[in-house]
């Protein structure tokens, strides 16, 4: 038995208990809204399909997306085949996530020394300032960022990308 006390009056029901915290005590209807009268039940909201509401556009776009997602499944599954030594790959993998928190942890150490936190912003603004000059501002500097960054893509992945 579970005894609710809402202003004075007292109002009495069985429940099970389903578990520990807040979903563990569970009351009928009838006892919410005689306890808490203000309780209104909730009702569901109609929402819209995935193709209701869409323009040609959008739907498109999604489909184009997908298309896109399970060719790269594809391909990642094609290479993982491939791979004739999955247990170093996985060994590589791992040591490169445990790599990214240990250099997480470092930086977050030197952002909180006083002075080289915000030197090292100082730092980062003037990189950015430069970057934007050498390479975004002029037409064939950006020409030459692009470039770059293609055959840098092509040296990575082994072919060219549009």
Request: glycine share 8%; proline share 3%; net charge positive.
């Amino acid at each position: 038995m579970v005894a609710i006390s809402v202003s004075g009056s007292q109002a009495v029901t069985s429940s099970r208990t389903l578990g520990r915290g807040i979903g563990a005590l569970r009351l009928s209807r009838r006892t919410c809204r005689a306890a808490m009268p203000q309780c209104q039940p909730v009702t569901a909201r109609s929402f819209k399909t995935r193709q209701e509401g869409l323009t040609e556009k959008q739907i498109d776009q999604s489909d184009e997306i997908s298309e896109k997602a399970q060719e790269f499944a594809s391909d990642l599954k094609a290479k993982w085949d491939d791979l004739d030594e999955k247990p170093a790959a996985v060994a590589i993998t791992i040591s490169v996530f445990v790599a990214i928190w240990a250099a997480s942890g470092v930086v977050d150490a030197v952002d909180r020394l006083p002075i080289i936190g915000g030197l090292l912003e100082f730092v980062g603004l003037l990189v950015t300032g430069w970057f934007a000059y050498r390479y975004l501002i002029f037409g064939p500097d950006r020409e030459e960022l692009k470039s770059n960054i293609e055959s840098f893509l092509k040296k990575v992945t082994g072919k060219s990308q549009v």
